[in-house]
């Protein structure tokens, strides 16, 4: 663990600490888990909007002759499909399938690529694409350091976010556009990781105070709160969007995870293509399974998972669930795949509670439309 | 509701209140502060014997689970019932509506030795 002192703090900490945020070490920084409650938070996200502070967050640029070449090379989803303006969900995957990272590429032109990268495996993912682009024309630019990021999100969100970028409201889901914030170059997105509509917005490290502060203050009257990981953490959950490091990492691949849509095994070839045929050809021995409780509890991550008395797997993700009043959580099952509503039970403190599997998500948002 | 004055208090951030025939147990508002949104409580069965500083209570928030102290030995006498459908009552209410459980049998020794209103409010500043 890293000690407090060592601890990286955003360019939005002290706005946060006088807002009355509790941090937390998340990655080797210091991010808020919550301002006004998980709860509350959690709820103004599905029925308002909520603003967090996504600045641990990696951005990198992909750019030059060959730069869709290194994308395509890198990403299970096909780019060459998604015109510029347009955001993409990706697995960038090793040899065996094995998922790197999941990034949002979004396309600024034929030689234009803008990915966002889990904090956590920044470093994993610009060595990755750096070592892949050997031999190829195009650079890897790590932007990270120098940018923050926020998110905007709740069915009100395209009201808010007029405050800071008025084109930005006219964005397609999955759109993306750059722009001059506050006269600096700012990237927005109409992406997210709650479920919701919403908005990303990258911008430099001195210019992302204002644009949190304007979001603020514009979304007020809509109920706007400012979130924190903890409301983040449960919003994602519910939506059935996975968390890197926790349901997905290198040694767990795309298929397994539930995301078939993403690997385009169409597509001329990728890095972990063979893999995933080869997979998918004999058959998948576990895939991410979701999981509700039946009685009042709280599943953790670790929590073990049984099926007729005998280990079935364990918790890779779970929570209360605000939204569903209960508790949820995702675990790898074995072939043979349990349909819906399979009894399992949830060990928790000792103690198994009656819980089913559940189709994924476990939520869904009709502002997404 | 208990008077503040009349109650006392642990390191661990429990309140306990001697009432006419039991010894009724609670978290602190400190403490439900900290915790922060309870959404599950589980608490110790009637009949229970229970001993002083064993965990013998789990009150859950959405991101963690908290062990709850037994602030004096004694046997559960009766858990508060109204919390399993509505746990965030010790948010509401910590030292009221959110009581945990009632012990009998304890000893007025023990319960003599736990801080007092002013010393537990001292040991949160220290603590602080």
């Not at chain 1, 941090?23 to 808020?32: A, E, I, Y």
């Not at chain 1, 095994?265 to 990728?270: A, H, N, S, T």
């Not at chain 2, 503040?4 to 147990?25: F, G, I, M, Q």
């Not at chain 2, 965030?88 to 209410?93: D, G, K, L, M, T």
Request: with cysteine.
């Amino acid at each position: 663990m890293t000690s407090a002192a060592a601890l990286r703090t955003t360019p939005l900490h002290q706005i946060q600490k006088e807002a009355g945020a509790r941090f937390v070490d998340f990655h080797g920084w210091s991010l808020p888990v919550q301002f006004s409650g998980i709860i509350k938070e959690h709820q103004a996200v599905r029925g308002a909007c909520g603003l967090f502070d996504v600045s641990h967050m990696g951005q990198v640029w992909v750019t030059g002759k060959d730069a869709l070449a290194l994308v395509q090379k890198t990403n299970a989803n096909d780019a060459a499909k998604f015109k510029p303006g347009q955001s993409m969900y990706s697995h960038m995957l090793n040899e065996r399938g094995g998922v790197v990272d999941d990034v949002i590429v979004t396309v600024f032109g034929p030689e234009r690529f803008f990915v966002v990268v889990n904090a956590s495996n920044i470093e994993t993912d610009v060595a990755w694409l750096r070592r892949q682009a050997a031999g190829l024309d195009c650079a890897v630019d790590d932007q990270s350091a120098g940018t923050a990021m926020v998110a905007l999100q709740g069915p009100a969100a395209k009201e808010v976010i007029g405050a800071v970028c008025p084109e930005a409201a006219a964005l397609k889901r999955m759109g993306g556009l750059e722009a001059r914030l506050f006269g600096e170059p700012c990237v927005v997105t109409r992406t997210g990781y709650t479920g919701e509509d919403g908005f990303e917005v990258v911008a430099p490290n001195a210019v992302i105070p204002r644009v949190w502060q304007t979001l603020i203050v514009r979304g007020g009257s809509f109920g706007l709160l400012p979130c924190g990981l903890g409301a983040r953490d449960t919003l994602r959950l519910e939506a059935g969007l996975l968390l890197h490091g926790n349901d997905v990492d290198a040694d767990h691949t795309t298929l397994e995870t539930g995301y078939d849509w993403v690997a385009k095994l169409d597509k001329p070839d990728f890095i972990g293509k063979a893999a995933l045929q080869a997979q998918k050809k004999a058959g998948l021995t576990r895939r991410l399974t979701g999981l509700k409780l039946l009685e009042r509890g709280v599943p953790r991550p670790g929590c073990k998972v049984y099926a007729d008395g005998a280990e079935a797997g364990v918790l890779c993700s779970a929570t209360y669930s605000p939204t569903l009043e209960t508790g949820i959580g995702v675990y790898y099952a074995a072939a043979p795949f349990p349909p819906p509503g399979r009894a399992l039970e949830v060990e928790i403190h000792g103690r198994r509670f009656p819980a089913a599997t559940a189709p994924l998500p476990f939520y869904k948002s009709l502002s997404r439309s | 509701m208990p008077e503040p004055a009349k109650c006392r208090y642990t390191k661990t951030h429990e309140w306990v209140y001697l009432d006419a025939r039991s010894a009724v147990v609670g978290v602190t508002e400190h403490a439900q502060h900290e915790i922060g949104d309870v959404v599950f409580v589980d608490l110790p069965k009637a009949g229970r014997a229970v001993t002083q500083g064993e965990a013998v209570a789990v009150v859950e928030s959405v991101k963690a689970a908290f062990d709850i102290y037994a602030p004096l030995s004694g046997t559960v006498e009766a858990s508060n019932p109204a919390l399993a459908a509505d746990p965030a009552a010790v948010n509401r209410s910590a030292t009221d509506q959110g009581w945990l459980y009632k012990l009998t049998s304890v000893d007025a020794a023990q319960l003599a030795a736990l801080l007092t209103l002013a010393q537990y409010e001292e040991f949160l500043k220290t603590a602080a």
